[in-house]
């Protein structure tokens, strides 16, 4: 049975993933840390207050929980990071190595995810290969890659059991995203539901990797469950669901509110991210290592999207 310490609860993943974590391994096993005061479901287990820049503090809580496995998501998103490049540095490569050296002395399992934000303009844009070039020109894309090798460089200097994914934009009705330049893909949803009509500030015709979380949590706790021997990437896992852009959206929305619109305002610096990203990545490392599948297509993920949004918001 793991013990796990999460980091970043309180985000988009993180919110979810202690309840789909909790009903796993139990409800006492799941220790949530936050920098922000627990809230929801969250208050039904153990929670402590965490900045991840607190080295010392992670140690304590992990000592005090006597968990085996770190699960780090605590972290800025893309469109964040580019407004304050040097506090999203700090943040994520200071939170990423100071989770990873307690994982060393403490001997426990680790996961982070990484993105498919690593990737960046010279990469192959269509079905992006599990190993290829990653020149990526975000702070976000730039972390994530020093990210991944972090991963990798724990695992074979220190043999720290490292695991992760690259997770494409995540769609979700329970807890929203902030500061991801794929959120677009959630308030589409809302706005179907609250005004029938939506504008999008990613441009028509634009294409990136989408995934309902669900299906996103799942993978988290395959993989950590996979057997190690059979892994040979470990640390960064190309996993999707859906490649989309905005009006594949409309449409899927459009059957179900026939009147909805989608109309375009371009915001210019999360274009200029979601241009260098993938158009789709290919999964089949994930798949062959540690059996990814994904069990909703963007129709399925619809209906359901705007079934539970308009009981939560009615
Ligand atoms: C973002 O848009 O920054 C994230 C991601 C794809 O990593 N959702």
Same mark, same amino acid.
């Given at each position: 049975?793991?013990?796990i310490?999460?980091?970043?609860?309180?985000?988009?993943?993180?919110?979810e993933?202690i309840?789909?974590?909790?009903?796993?391994?139990g409800?006492?096993?799941?220790i949530?840390t936050?920098i922000?005061?627990?809230?929801?479901?969250?208050k039904e287990?153990?929670f402590e207050?965490?900045?991840?820049?607190?080295?010392?503090?992670?140690f304590?809580?992990?000592?005090?929980h006597?968990?085996?496995?770190?699960?780090?998501?605590?972290?800025l998103l893309?469109?964040?990071? /580019?407004?304050?490049?040097k506090?999203a540095?700090?943040?994520?490569?200071?939170?990423?190595?100071?989770t990873? /050296?307690?994982?060393? @002395?403490l001997?426990?399992? %680790?996961f982070?995810? !990484?993105?498919?934000?690593? %990737?960046?303009?010279s990469?192959?844009?269509?079905?992006?290969p599990?190993d290829?070039?990653?020149?990526?020109?975000?702070m976000y894309?730039?972390?994530?890659?020093?990210g991944?090798?972090?991963c990798?460089y724990?695992y /074979?200097r %220190?043999?720290?059991?490292?695991?992760?994914?690259?997770?494409?934009?995540?769609? !979700?009705?329970?807890?929203?995203?902030?500061?991801?330049?794929?959120?677009?893909?959630? @308030?589409i949803?809302y706005e179907?539901?609250?005004?029938?009509?939506?504008?999008s500030?990613?441009?028509?015709?634009?294409?990136m990797?989408?995934?309902?979380?669900?299906?996103?949590?799942e993978a988290?706790?395959?993989?950590?469950?996979?057997?190690s021997?059979?892994?040979?990437?470990r640390?960064?896992?190309?996993? !999707?669901?859906?490649?989309a852009?905005?009006?594949d +959206?409309?449409?899927?929305i459009?059957?179900?509110i026939?009147e909805? @619109?989608i109309?375009?305002n371009?915001d210019?610096?999360?274009q200029?991210?979601?241009? !260098?990203?993938?158009?789709?990545?290919?999964s089949?490392?994930?798949e062959? /290592?540690?059996? +990814?599948?994904?069990?909703?297509d963007?129709?399925?993920?619809t209906?359901?999207m705007?079934?539970?949004?308009?009981?939560?918001?009615?």
């Amino acid at each position: 049975m793991k013990r796990i310490l999460v980091t970043g609860a309180r985000g988009q993943i993180g919110s979810e993933l202690i309840t789909k974590l909790r009903g796993v391994y139990g409800n006492d096993n799941i220790i949530a840390t936050d920098i922000r005061t627990a809230e929801g479901e969250l208050k039904e287990g153990p929670f402590e207050i965490l900045d991840v820049t607190d080295e010392k503090r992670i140690f304590e809580i992990a000592k005090k929980h006597q968990v085996d496995t770190i699960m780090h998501l605590a972290a800025l998103l893309s469109a964040t990071a /580019e407004k304050m490049p040097k506090i999203a540095w700090d943040i994520n490569m200071g939170g990423l190595v100071n989770t990873l /050296e307690v994982a060393r @002395e403490l001997k426990l399992q %680790f996961f982070t995810p !990484s993105s498919i934000g690593a %990737f960046g303009p010279s990469t192959p844009k269509v079905q992006t290969p599990q190993d290829t070039l990653q020149r990526p020109t975000t702070m976000y894309g730039v972390n994530k890659v020093a990210g991944e090798l972090l991963c990798d460089y724990y695992y /074979e200097r %220190f043999g720290v059991d490292t695991r992760g994914v690259r997770f494409p934009g995540l769609i !979700s009705y329970v807890a929203p995203p902030g500061g991801g330049t794929t959120d677009y893909a959630v @308030e589409i949803y809302y706005e179907a539901i609250k005004q029938k009509a939506y504008t999008s500030y990613i441009a028509e015709g634009t294409y990136m990797d989408m995934m309902y979380m669900p299906d996103a949590l799942e993978a988290i706790v395959q993989l950590m469950e996979a057997d190690s021997t059979k892994l040979v990437h470990r640390n960064a896992f190309n996993i !999707s669901a859906i490649s989309a852009e905005p009006m594949d +959206f409309a449409k899927a929305i459009q059957n179900h509110i026939p009147e909805f @619109e989608i109309a375009f305002n371009v915001d210019p610096v999360r274009q200029r991210i979601a241009d !260098s990203w993938p158009d789709s990545i290919d999964s089949s490392a994930a798949e062959a /290592e540690w059996g +990814f599948k994904a069990k909703y297509d963007i129709n399925s993920m619809t209906k359901e999207m705007l079934e539970k949004i308009a009981e939560k918001i009615k």
